[in-house]
């Protein structure tokens, strides 16, 4: 045993330093390095916050589903390079890459373990938790890359009606405090959509702490990208690819930047202190890989 994980966590340094080189002709080529592929799967439900890293959905559908080792995944400029690849790509949940995903290898003939939906940015359904692999990111950060990625419009859910569309131009520190964008994450750990305006109550709050912190299956970091990856082969098994892990198949389209702005952060904004506890899960969750090969 203490063998078998001496050559996972190699192989999981040698699959990060492989991931950051540039893939040949514009196209991903799959790692073909195992880890941990003995180790039987659990069934797994993908929690998509949105910005929270998109590429994490090629780590959980090749964990869920029976994907050829050989298989290339598309980024979204590539889906979105011609007309043609466009509509090969894109289906009616415009998530590009998780619809594709979803064509090439279906998960009724290839994923025992995926539990779905996959595409989309729903919340998480009840009684699920157990099977829950989210990423989560920085509240600001999230906040701030969600305003410029859709143009500083906000969609505002309320219920099952349509939509409403609020066009917040620059005004960044209106659109971090209303209420449809505060504690986004806290949300959809709760069953709620991102950009629904539901208040979250104590109760409610406490609740989702719980869950991230002792119940979900998987918990990652979006500033500890490789460490997050690294971390899931670890706890779960499956096989690295790296050159679908560790590439950001769909870049924002503006710089990170300082934290300019930060106190326009909402003081309601749970997400906080969710972001904090998944931090020390994270933290705890990284101590029990180091402490299988000690």
Request: a positive charge; aromatic letters at 10%; hydrophobic letters at 35%.
């Amino acid at each position: 045993m203490l063998h078998r994980n001496i050559a996972l966590l190699c192989c999981l340094w040698i699959a990060h330093i492989a991931g950051f080189q540039s893939a040949r002709n514009n196209s991903l080529h799959i790692s073909d390095s195992t880890l941990g592929s003995d180790a039987p799967r659990r069934s797994i439900r993908w929690l998509h916050c949105q910005k929270c890293g998109t590429t994490f959905g090629n780590t959980v559908y090749d964990y869920a589903c029976q994907i050829p080792l050989q298989a290339a995944m598309p980024t979204v400029q590539q889906c979105r390079s011609t007309h043609k690849k466009e509509r090969a790509c894109r289906g009616k949940t415009g998530q590009p890459i998780e619809e594709y995903l979803l064509k090439m290898w279906p998960p009724e003939k290839f994923c025992d373990n995926l539990i779905l939906p996959f595409a989309g940015h729903s919340g998480l359904g009840e009684g699920t938790a157990h099977n829950a692999a989210a990423i989560f990111r920085e509240p600001f950060q999230r906040s701030r890359s969600h305003f410029f990625f859709d143009k500083q419009v906000l969609w505002v859910r309320n219920g099952r009606g349509p939509p409403q569309r609020l066009d917040f131009k620059s005004r960044l520190e209106d659109y971090m405090k209303h209420p449809a964008v505060v504690s986004c994450q806290t949300k959809m750990v709760l069953g709620h959509h991102c950009n629904s305006d539901h208040l979250i109550s104590d109760a409610e709050f406490s609740t989702a702490i719980q869950l991230v912190e002792h119940e979900f299956l998987f918990v990652g970091v979006f500033e500890e990208w490789a460490k997050s990856i690294d971390l899931f082969h670890c706890l779960l098994g499956g096989r690295s690819r790296p050159q679908i892990e560790y590439t950001n198949t769909r870049p924002s389209n503006h710089a990170a930047g300082p934290d300019t702005g930060r106190s326009s952060l909402s003081s309601e904004d749970r997400d906080v202190a969710l972001y904090e506890a998944v931090t020390r899960r994270f933290s705890r969750d990284l101590q029990r890989c180091l402490d299988l090969v000690q």
